[in-house]
């Protein structure tokens, strides 16, 4: 069965460091796109970072030079660094696996969620 | 970036009741969109991609139709189960990976 689960989510300082978990089981990580997906209280979703199967990553302008996407093969887990953090970070983050159904692609599994708080 | 606008952004509706939530893209996507539902407290359900293939498990009264800019989803009758927030979602030029604001549907 396929299954994300995230971690490491907590109330964090403006200016401060967090860095987010997701751990994947039923798929390797490393063969598929991953992807961070928040939504801030009472917002709608907003796309973070993607780390595609070959390694290359990409960001929201919103997060780029702030956020690092990575993830540990050995571990089959997904990480999001987040540094300089800001009240407007304050979000529920989602990892998320994409699907590429050929002629486009979906996410597709979603985990439960982990809510950073930027507030001093 | 690809814009997605849905509409309307509130919809009231009772069980029973059909109803179709519309999804436009700033340009041309072809059939390179995706729904998804959201319940309160859940994360986000994959319902819809390639614009109108249903993923596997989803009810049969749900569906979607369009291409290029415009796009709609349907339930063609509400179940108490189906009140929530529906998100659609490019996937024609990405990164960015663009949502819609949502249309969140509601019991009358």
């Known amino acids: 069965e396929v299954q994300v689960v995230e971690s490491g989510g907590g109330l964090i300082q403006p200016g401060g460091s967090l860095r987010l978990s997701c751990a994947a089981s039923?798929?390797?990580?490393?063969?598929?796109?991953m992807s961070w997906v928040r939504q801030a209280p009472g917002k709608g979703l907003e796309w973070v970072s993607v780390i595609y199967a070959g390694g290359s990553t990409y960001y929201a302008d919103s997060v780029k030079g702030r956020f690092t996407i990575s993830r540990d093969n050995s571990k089959n887990t997904l990480f999001l660094q987040m540094n300089s953090l800001r009240a407007e970070d304050t979000a529920v983050y989602y990892c998320?696996?994409?699907?590429?159904?050929?002629?486009?692609?979906?996410?597709?599994?979603w985990g439960q969620g982990t809510l950073v708080t930027v507030s001093s | 970036d690809i814009q997605m606008t849905q509409s309307p952004s509130s919809l009231s509706a009772s069980v029973g009741d059909r109803v179709t939530i519309t999804c436009r893209a700033s340009q041309s996507i072809s059939s390179y969109l995706n729904w998804y539902q959201q319940k309160p407290g859940e994360a986000p359900k994959f319902l819809i991609y390639?614009?109108?293939s249903l993923q596997s498990g989803v009810p049969s009264r749900f569906s979607g139709s369009g291409s290029g800019t415009d796009f709609t989803l349907t339930i063609s009758s509400l179940q108490p189960e189906d009140f929530a927030t529906y998100y659609c979602q490019q996937s024609y030029s990405t990164p960015p990976y663009t949502f819609g604001q949502g249309t969140k549907l509601q019991i009358k």
């Open positions: 039923g798929f390797t990580v490393s063969d598929k796109y």
């Open positions: 390639a614009a109108s």
């Open positions: 998320a696996r994409i699907y590429d159904y050929g002629s486009g692609s979906s996410f597709d599994y």
